[in-house]
Nanobody, 123 residues
Framework: QVQLVESGGGLVQAGGSLRLSCAAS????????MGWFRQAPGKEREFVAA????????YYADSVKGRFTISRDDAKNTVYLQMNSLKPEDTAVYYC????????????????WGQGTQVTVSS
């Protein structure tokens, strides 16, 4: 059974930092991309960042470029999202997705999802 478990969310003031983790179990994602998406109240889930396991190529939404960094630890089958200079508009539930082989910014490309972790940024 494949599981993705996110952790690291919380409440932080604007300008602060958080580091999210997504631990995968049940299979290895060494041949696939992993991604982070977020969903704010009343809005659709949107792409945040993705990373290809093989070469580590990364992709970012324009709204987080220069502030967020996605990385992975192959040995631990874990993906991270370092979030710096957080803004109130970053407030959302953050979801980890796994299993994409292309179109990494698209929701439908991911076969597996975690339960989400809440990130709240106060002004």
């Amino acid at each position: 059974q494949v599981q993705l478990v996110e952790s690291g969310g919380g409440l932080v003031q604007a300008g602060g930092s958080l580091r999210l983790s997504c631990a995968a179990s049940g299979r290895t994602f060494s041949s696939y991309a992993m991604g982070w998406f977020r969903q704010a109240p009343g809005k659709e889930r949107e792409f945040v960042a993705a990373i290809r396991w093989g070469g580590g190529t990364t992709y970012y939404a324009d709204s987080v470029k220069g502030r967020f960094t996605i990385s992975r630890d192959d040995a631990k089958n874990t993906v991270y999202l370092q979030m710096n200079s957080l803004k109130p508009e970053d407030t959302a539930v953050y979801y980890c997705g796994g299993g994409a082989v292309g179109f990494y910014t698209k929701l439908r490309s991911y076969d597996y999802w975690g339960q989400g972790t809440q990130v709240t940024v106060s002004s």
